[in-house]
């Protein structure tokens, strides 16, 4: 049942308020000052003190003058594990990551986080946020890894310390589902499982997830 027209409407019997009728035309206005930036990582495994990142991709979003989020810019790099990180056999081969290929022309942890947190500061500026939010499937995962190789690196996060956005949670709300492949048939987005567990791949489908919710959702917070 669609409870979207209405500003003020009953959903099942629950009062649901929504302000469609708000223009919405900056990000910032949106979020409370807040830059939502979707992520995904592969990693060497589920510690993220022990195990390494080996890819990261971060998607920026755009938000037309209709109001309407869609995926923008996106930036990816392979990253070479830190020093001792514990390599664990079975997440590479989840992954199918070899850390070590060449032609993966894999750059340090502090050259990868200088080159994806640059674009990220730009957006901060350009939409006059104060903070990036990581939007993630699972999202507490990604955020401790990157959290743990800031530390490592010595190089400050653009992303707020705590606060994320989880497209699972939100999926279960909106969908009933949490998984990510069994969320996008339902929010009628193409996913190929064969394309799966790659950042590049994952950051791209939890963009158009997040912002098909949005979207739905739609206008200002009420």
């Given at each position: 049942?669609?409870?979207?027209?209405?500003?003020?409407a009953h959903?099942n019997?629950?009062l649901?308020k929504h302000?469609?009728d708000k223009?919405?035309?900056e990000?910032?206005?949106?979020f409370r000052?807040?830059l939502?930036?979707?992520?995904?990582?592969?990693?060497s495994?589920v510690?993220?003190?022990k195990n390494?990142?080996l890819e990261?991709?971060?998607?920026?979003?755009?938000l037309?003058?209709?109001?309407?989020?869609?995926?923008?810019?996106?930036?990816?790099?392979?990253?070479l594990?830190?020093?001792?990180?514990?390599?664990?056999?079975?997440?590479l081969?989840?992954?199918?990551i070899?850390?070590y290929?060449p032609l993966?022309?894999?750059l340090?942890?502090?050259?990868?986080?200088q080159?994806l947190?640059?674009?990220?500061?730009t957006?901060?500026?350009?939409h006059?946020?104060q903070?990036a939010?990581?939007v993630?499937?699972?999202?507490?995962?990604?955020l401790?890894f990157?959290k743990?190789?800031?530390?490592?690196?010595?190089?400050?996060?653009?992303?707020?310390?705590?606060?994320c956005?989880?497209?699972?949670t939100?999926a279960?709300l909106?969908?009933?589902?949490t998984?990510?492949?069994?969320?996008?048939?339902?929010?009628?987005?193409p996913?190929?499982?064969?394309?799966a567990?790659?950042?590049?791949y994952d950051a791209?489908k939890?963009?158009?997830?997040?912002?098909?919710?949005?979207?739905?959702w739609g206008?200002?917070p009420?």
């Amino acid at each position: 049942m669609s409870c979207r027209s209405p500003p003020v409407a009953h959903c099942n019997g629950v009062l649901v308020k929504h302000n469609h009728d708000k223009p919405l035309t900056e990000i910032k206005h949106r979020f409370r000052g807040f830059l939502p930036v979707v992520v995904d990582v592969e990693t060497s495994g589920v510690d993220h003190q022990k195990n390494a990142l080996l890819e990261m991709c971060i998607v920026l979003l755009d938000l037309n003058k209709e109001g309407v989020f869609a995926p923008a810019a996106r930036f990816f790099e392979h990253i070479l594990p830190f020093e001792n990180a514990v390599l664990d056999p079975e997440s590479l081969a989840f992954n199918q990551i070899d850390p070590y290929q060449p032609l993966r022309f894999a750059l340090d942890e502090a050259q990868a986080l200088q080159r994806l947190f640059a674009p990220i500061h730009t957006a901060l500026k350009q939409h006059h946020c104060q903070r990036a939010v990581l939007v993630g499937h699972n999202a507490w995962f990604d955020l401790l890894f990157i959290k743990a190789a800031a530390k490592r690196t010595g190089i400050k996060s653009p992303f707020h310390a705590f606060t994320c956005f989880d497209t699972a949670t939100l999926a279960g709300l909106m969908y009933g589902q949490t998984v990510l492949a069994k969320a996008m048939v339902s929010a009628k987005i193409p996913f190929d499982l064969n394309e799966a567990h790659s950042a590049i791949y994952d950051a791209e489908k939890t963009a158009e997830l997040f912002c098909k919710m949005l979207n739905r959702w739609g206008g200002m917070p009420a």
